[in-house]
């Protein structure tokens, strides 16, 4: 795809001081830009690199006023990162621009979707599927029997949504993501060994949710696994059966969740943690990156550390921690001066 310095300034209202009419048809960074790129600079400390960017358009703030000759065609906008930021979501929309149902695929006579749909080649929808308008369904895509999913929803290269689940508005499930496989439910019996427990339940993502590649969200043994409203969910991340996450909450990439917890809106959960089962974390919790939860958390708490302690104290502790050997060597010292006295 192409685009003139025109279109783009017509997109982002802003001026052009240049060639109108150049072409662009990738993006780059300003340091790294090359004929045929677009490009953007907000940041002063990048200003040097605008004198000598092979970049064909460069997006800057209206008040930018270059001191030496530049090449560059230069749309002046109000805000360069933001009007950037906004021409990457164009971008995005465009190049996911698809329609139509590609062959070979499947798709139950019992199932129905709306209008501006995509389903790519190789895709399976089965029985009682509900899929509303605008939604891109990429090839290599399962979807089991009485899934619905809501307007505007992408579903990416070979994810996975079990039966029986529901995905809202808005929503964003990415390549190799698995809505719905069995919770780890498992009991012993007299004789030790483990007997699956049925998981009759389902899972609920809410609108304007997004999982990222590689998470696995696992259905309820009973009622619902739900990950409420504006929850942003990075790769490879676990959340086991009868999980609830608050609104708007985000966490990091291979975080892990067991069954039952219901965690808090407006929370921050940092990469690699860990929470145990059947605990309730509070609204507008901050988890460090690497920390392990077993307990319950309150409102607002701030955490690190595995047992996570309260950030400020987790802090003071350390420095205890790395003094630790100088300690032990004074404490030993002094125990010898008094053996020998």
Do not use: W
């Not at 079990?162 to 719905?180: D, K, L």
């Not at 007997?195 to 969200?217: C, H, M, R, S, Y």
């Amino acid at each position: 795809m192409k685009f003139t310095a025109q279109q783009i300034a017509d997109i982002l209202e802003g001026d052009i001081v240049g060639d109108a009419n150049v072409k662009v048809s990738k993006l780059a960074k300003i340091e790294e830009g090359v004929e045929g790129a677009l490009t953007f600079l907000a940041n002063p400390k990048y200003t040097s690199y605008i004198y000598s960017t092979k970049a064909s358009i460069t997006i800057v703030n209206k008040t930018f006023e270059p001191e030496d000759k530049i090449s560059t065609t230069l749309i002046k906008v109000e805000d360069a990162y933001k009007s950037f930021s906004k021409l990457l979501e164009y971008y995005n929309q465009v190049k996911l621009n698809k329609f139509g149902v590609e062959q070979p695929s499947f798709i139950a006579e019992s199932s129905s979707y709306g209008e501006n749909i995509y389903i790519g080649a190789f895709s399976y929808i089965g029985e009682n599927v509900t899929i509303g308008e605008n939604v891109k369904i990429f090839p290599n895509t399962y979807i089991g029997d009485n899934v619905k999913i809501g307007d505007n929803s992408l579903v990416f290269a070979g994810a996975k949504i079990y039966s029986e689940c529901i995905v809202g508005n808005n929503c964003v499930i990415n390549s190799g993501a698995i809505i719905g496989a069995d919770g780890f439910g498992f009991a012993p019996n007299e004789k030790g060994e483990y007997q699956k427990v049925p998981q009759t339940g389902n899972v609920i993502l809410e609108d304007f949710v997004d999982i990222g590649a590689a998470t696995t969200i696992d259905r309820a043994t009973l009622g619902s696994t739900i990950i409420r409203r504006g929850v942003k969910l990075d790769n490879q991340i676990q959340i086991a059966h009868n999980v609830e996450i608050g609104k708007n909450t985000v966490i990091a990439a291979q975080t892990g969740i067991a069954g039952s917890t219901k965690i808090g809106k407006n929370c921050q959960i940092g990469g690699q943690v860990g929470i145990v089962g059947h605990i309730t974390i509070g609204d507008n919790v901050k988890i460090q990156a690497q920390s392990g939860i077993g307990r319950h958390v309150k409102d607002n708490e701030v955490l690190q550390g595995s047992p996570a302690l309260a950030y400020g104290d987790y802090n003071k502790s350390y420095v205890h921690f790395k003094n630790l050997p100088k300690i032990i060597k004074k404490f030993n010292d002094i125990e010898k001066s008094y053996g020998n006295s």
